[in-house]
């Protein structure tokens, strides 16, 4: 798979997406785009309410990447503009995928894909010329690896997705007591978390899977998620009962 070889013998990529997958959620407080787009909150409007969390995570860490303290890593990771742009722009494109919810992205993200792997691949690569061709499908590669990495408890084993699942309730939990979210996390649980197995835990696992990014491990990324919602299905009720119960317990 020539795309994957384009990622495997690059080291930039290969710190690029290392660096994005440990930073794209930088400052992130539990809030999301929506709420601070509603909020009017002076983030969004800063990055006029669009993927404002991840552009604001992106920031923070690259201008820390960019320290003066970081001269010596600076030195390996470039040494001409050409590959810092690249290291940018590999950074910039990777942490922007995991704005799941911005539909414009996510719609050119679709036609992306069927151009490099889907309905459209064989067109493309009569229009494309190879290097093209390559590049389009190695940059998807990062970009969808970059939405496992946000999501990946849900593509483990039960126990994993049930530990992140309630952090990620605490901290939702939080931010609503702090009036900083609108939406208390204990309404609609059920139905939203279903809905983000079937819109997009599993059509990314099943991707992975079909381009080869994790290799023979690709299936159990997506057996484990068809695991985990189905398992959420049945159990949820009680499931979101529990965390509610422990979280108030240790506020007390």
């Known amino acids: 798979l020539a795309y994957l070889g384009r990622i495997t013998s690059n080291p930039v990529c290969h710190f690029a997406l290392v660096f994005s997958a440990l930073v794209h959620d930088v400052d992130h407080a539990g809030i999301s785009n929506m ?3 509603q909020n009017r909150d002076e983030m969004a409007e800063l990055y006029e309410n669009k993927s404002v969390a991840e552009q604001n995570s992106m920031d923070i860490a690259w201008e820390l990447l960019m320290d003066e303290s970081y001269k010596n890593l600076q030195q390996v990771l470039y040494t001409t503009k050409s590959e810092l742009r690249l290291l940018r722009q590999l950074a910039v494109n990777s942490i922007m995928a ?6 414009d992205a996510k719609e050119s993200r679709e036609k992306r894909w069927n151009q490099a792997f889907g309905s459209l691949r064989t067109q493309s690569q009569r229009e494309m010329s190879v290097d093209d061709f390559e590049c389009l499908q190695a940059t998807l590669i990062l970009e969808h690896v970059l ?6 408890h849900a593509m483990q084993h039960h126990t994993v997705f049930r530990k992140w699942n309630e952090r ?3 901290e939702m939990q939080q931010a609503y007591k702090a009036k900083m979210s609108l939406k208390d996390p204990t309404d609609g649980a059920f139905e939203f978390e ?3 197995f079937d819109d997009h835990i599993l059509p990314l696992a099943r991707k992975l899977q079909d381009c080869g990014a994790f290799g023979s491990s690709g299936h159990e990324l997506l057996k484990y998620a068809s695991e985990n919602r189905a398992l959420w ?9 529990e965390m ?5 317990k240790g506020k007390t």
């Open 35 to 37: 709420d601070l787009i």
């Open 233 to 241: 299905a049945a159990q949820a009720s009680d499931v979101v009962q």
């Open 168 to 170: 990620l309730f605490e």
């Open 98 to 103: 995991t704005d799941i919810f911005d539909n």
């Open 244 to 248: 509610t119960m422990r979280y108030n």
């Open 147 to 152: 939405q496992a990495s946000d999501a990946i």
């Open 194 to 196: 279903v809905m983000f």
